[in-house]
């Protein structure tokens, strides 16, 4: 499974402590495209150019400081994630920063491997989401620059949107059929049935979130098929009730538990459920593959859910799914 290289942009003034960093992260796991400036000029001008995806920045620099900086680099984009790097004794301005410019976190000078692995874990963890609540949210234009399969569906299958990568599988998969009547179907009727039930089942278990949440598209004696990880979003305000489906090649969410522990920062015992749950098993195949029980399954899934702050087995599914994206 390849991973998004996330783009990730320092900027220190003083070039032994840059150096510093630039060590320490060079032990920090994660595919990142990492950029250096020397002036907070300079490091405007590269996110301009290229926007980052993570930015740390040191507080206190001769030309200007990092809270007016980041405060420059949210006109240019407001969805990047901002951290700031200080001295002991500049606490208190960091601790207001967090606040005034909505700075994802501070680190302590100088900052160790261990640290920089934990606060980047979680940086590209809040991304993730971002992507995730792009789905909840059903925003269109959001949708339609994630590169995974996204389609929804209403109550009665009917398809009322795919983005391009939707589009494309649905078109030429082999595995899916949609009439002039827009209704989602499966180019193998038994399997259309099939898929119908599992929809009632995702629907009715959208609270209790024990049931399984991906389906599995394929046609008999034909290797490929396409998994659809999918959540039921209840009505809300003025919005419809409706099905969201991620539509995936199944080696996009077959990542080994060990790359989804370090993904969202959860503990590998945990890491092996989740895994075990976007293979498309519901909580009791889960806990069997991971080899404990049903109740210890249970507690691993609270805990990654207060972890990440996916509230919804559906949507955690959905979020692994989306990692690679």
């Known amino acids: 499974m390849a991973f998004r290289t996330f783009k990730l942009l320092c900027v220190d003034d003083d070039p032994v402590c840059l150096e510093q960093l630039r060590m320490a992260l060079a032990d920090v796991s994660g595919d990142f495209d990492i950029r250096f400036a020397q002036t907070p000029a300079e490091a405007l001008a590269m996110h301009q150019k290229n926007r980052a995806d993570i930015v740390i920045s040191n507080l206190k620099m001769g030309e200007t400081d990092g809270i007016s900086l980041i405060s420059q680099m949210r006109e240019v984009d407001p969805d990047a994630i901002y951290m700031?790097?200080?001295?002991?004794?500049?606490?208190?301005?960091?601790?207001?920063?967090?606040?005034?410019?909505?700075?994802?976190?501070?680190?302590?000078?100088?900052?160790?491997?261990?640290?920089?692995?934990?606060?980047?874990?979680?940086?590209?963890?809040?991304?993730?989401?971002?992507?995730?609540?792009?789905?909840?949210?059903?925003?269109?234009?959001?949708?339609?620059?994630?590169?995974?399969?996204?389609?929804?569906?209403?109550?009665?299958?009917?398809?009322?949107?795919?983005?391009?990568?939707?589009?494309?599988?649905?078109?030429?998969?082999?595995?899916?059929?949609?009439?002039?009547?827009?209704?989602f179907r499966s180019t193998n009727p038994k399997t259309t049935y099939e898929f119908q039930d599992f929809l009632d089942g995702v629907r009715a278990s959208a609270e209790a979130g024990e049931m399984r949440s991906v389906f599995r598209f394929e046609k008999p004696g034909d290797p490929h098929f396409v998994f659809a990880s999918t959540s039921y979003h209840p009505q809300n305000g003025q919005n419809d009730p409706y099905f969201s489906l991620v539509l995936s090649n199944p080696a996009r969410i077959s990542a080994s538990p060990e790359i989804i522990a370090a993904a969202l920062n959860i503990l590998p015992s945990e890491a092996r459920v989740v895994h075990a749950l976007s293979n498309g098993g519901g909580l009791e195949e889960a806990a069997r593959k991971a080899g404990i029980s049903v109740s210890s399954a249970r507690t691993y899934l609270k805990n990654v859910f207060s972890k990440t702050g996916v509230s919804r087995q559906s949507e955690l599914v959905q979020l692994v799914t989306l990692i690679a994206a």
Do not use: C, W
């Open 84 to 183: 700031l790097l200080s001295g002991q004794a500049d606490l208190d301005a960091a601790l207001s920063a967090l606040n005034d410019v909505h700075v994802f976190r501070f680190l302590i000078k100088p900052a160790e491997a261990q640290t920089l692995d934990i606060a980047l874990n979680a940086a590209i963890t809040e991304l993730n989401l971002r992507k995730l609540r792009m789905i909840s949210f059903a925003s269109h234009n959001a949708v339609e620059r994630l590169s995974a399969g996204i389609a929804f569906l209403n109550e009665n299958r009917r398809l009322i949107y795919a983005n391009d990568a939707a589009s494309r599988i649905l078109d030429t998969s082999g595995l899916f059929t949609v009439g002039s009547d827009r209704i």
